[in-house]
Nanobody
Framework: QVQLVESGGGLVQAGGSLRLSCGAS????????MGWFRQAPGKEREFVAA????????YYADSVKGRFTISRDNAKNTVYLQMNSLKPEDTAVYYC??????????????????WGQGTQVTVSS
């Protein structure tokens, strides 16, 4: 199993930036795909970004393309989400998630068995 812990959330003004981190522990020697998801109050959890084991094979939700960048450092077992040009509609709890594998085969949250506890991102207008 993989245990995940997010950090880096906070309050930022519209147009600002934040970088989220997600540290993995446990069975991290087996290749795993990492994803970021978010859930706003009263809304369903939605996909944000995902990256394959080697750092390629990257997918983004249309709503964040050009503004968010996912990256990973396998030596540190850490995945990052750099969020620029933040908008009030980006306000949500952000979760990192993992599934074993090397390529991103799915961006559907039920297919990711391992989740962090979430970190709040609030963007003020």
């Amino acid at each position: 199993q993989v245990q995940l812990v997010e950090s880096g959330g906070g309050l930022v003004q519209a147009g600002g930036s934040l970088r989220l981190s997600c540290g993995a522990s446990g069975r991290t020697s087996t290749p795993y795909v990492m994803g970021w998801f978010r859930q706003a109050p009263g809304k369903e959890r939605e996909f944000v970004a995902a990256m394959g084991w080697s750092g390629g094979n990257i997918y983004y939700a249309d709503s964040v393309k050009g503004r968010f960048t996912i990256s990973r450092d396998n030596a540190k077992n850490t995945v990052y989400l750099q969020m620029n040009s933040l908008k009030p509609e980006d306000t949500a709890v952000y979760y990192c998630a993992a599934r074993y594998g090397t390529i991103v085969e799915t961006t559907l949250s039920p297919n990711y068995p391992y989740w962090g506890q979430g970190t709040q991102v609030t963007v003020s207008s």
